[in-house]
């Protein structure tokens, strides 16, 4: 039987989850509140789990798209946040009724991950057997050329350099960031920064390049932080205290110009000399211009999709 997250007693979400995830993907119930039912884009309507005899055998839950105003590669689909299952029928049956949900409401696709407040960018490669059941159920790559990983890198050894041109965001910079994403990375990435800036009073969480104006930035988290997003979420083999970078990106027409390492260098620097002891990059495919910097890879992810206007 099909039953709504409204219905569902999210301590026993948390302990079902716990219970059929892999180790290295186990949440807590202050991660289940903050970054599942507590998303702006958590979508109610279609998220659920299958319950027999009183007992989950299988759950999911789905976002809707970051923002309305999202244009990006795939603005009509929806994500299939996450998806656990102790029975592979009852997730087969939960997933069926997520698909006719969501075909209903005329959504082209249904990705795995890439939402706001995600846990996966893609299908982990240490979910042994994930990726066969959505491809089971009618997923396939996304982009199959293309890897995408998290990174992290150790401080101890490492040896960033600051750069005078890279600051802490200030209050007064909060107007003209805002209008850089949204003319350079609309989308997820502003939609990502204006929710993180509604939960941190201070926002010196985000690092700028200036040069006539903001022409990069960089996000970080930290333990301390009220609102913990993408890398953040699962902290797993890092070391406290720690830092999560991302998103970072540069002006289109910046490009080239070597400011993405001055960015990232400087914020490592930073990040540093504040006693930082470990950082995380969250969901990229620049793997070797991060090696260069002294990251290493840490976790792979399949990028899977499913084109809803498939009737099979």
Not at 122 to 148: H, I, K, S, T, Y
Not at 227 to 234: C, E, V
Not at 237 to 248: D, E, V
Request: aromatic share 8%; glycine share 8%.
């Amino acid at each position: 039987m099909r039953v709504g997250f409204r219905q569902l007693q999210l301590g026993d979400a948390v302990q079902f989850w716990n219970s059929t995830a892999p180790e290295p993907w186990h949440i807590d119930l202050a991660a289940l509140t903050s970054c599942v039912v507590g998303c702006p884009c958590f979508d109610w309507g279609a998220s659920a789990a299958w319950v027999v005899d009183g007992e989950i055998q299988a759950l999911a839950w789905v976002k809707k798209s970051a923002a309305r105003a999202y244009r990006g590669p795939d603005p009509d689909a929806s994500h299939l946040s996450a998806i656990a299952f102790r029975d592979a029928p009852a997730a087969a049956d939960l997933l069926a009724d997520i698909k006719h949900l969501l075909r209903q409401r005329g959504q082209a696709g249904l990705v795995f991950g890439q939402d706001a407040r995600h846990l996966f960018p893609g299908v982990p490669e240490n979910w042994p057997g994930l990726a066969d059941f959505l491809m089971v159920e009618g997923f396939v790559p996304a982009a199959p050329d293309r890897q995408c990983v998290d990174l992290k890198i150790d401080l101890a050894s490492a040896s960033p350099v600051d750069d005078p041109r890279v600051r802490q965001c200030t209050p007064d910079d909060v107007p003209a960031l805002l209008e850089f994403l949204d003319r350079e990375f609309p989308g997820r990435w502003a939609f990502d920064v204006r929710d993180k800036l509604a939960h941190e009073p201070d926002p010196g969480f985000i690092s700028i390049l200036e040069d006539g104006g903001i022409v990069a930035f960089a996000m970080t988290q930290e333990p301390s932080h009220r609102l913990h997003l993408a890398g953040a979420t699962i902290v797993g083999s890092l070391p406290s205290p720690w830092l999560a970078i991302g998103p970072i990106g540069v002006a289109a027409d910046q490009r080239g110009k070597g400011l993405g390492t001055a960015l990232m260098t400087a914020t490592l620097a930073h990040a540093k000399a504040n006693g930082i002891r470990a950082a995380r990059v969250d969901w990229t495919h620049l793997i070797e211009w991060y090696e260069k910097l002294g990251f290493e890879v840490e976790r792979r992810f399949t990028p899977m999709r499913l084109d809803l206007t498939d009737p099979n």
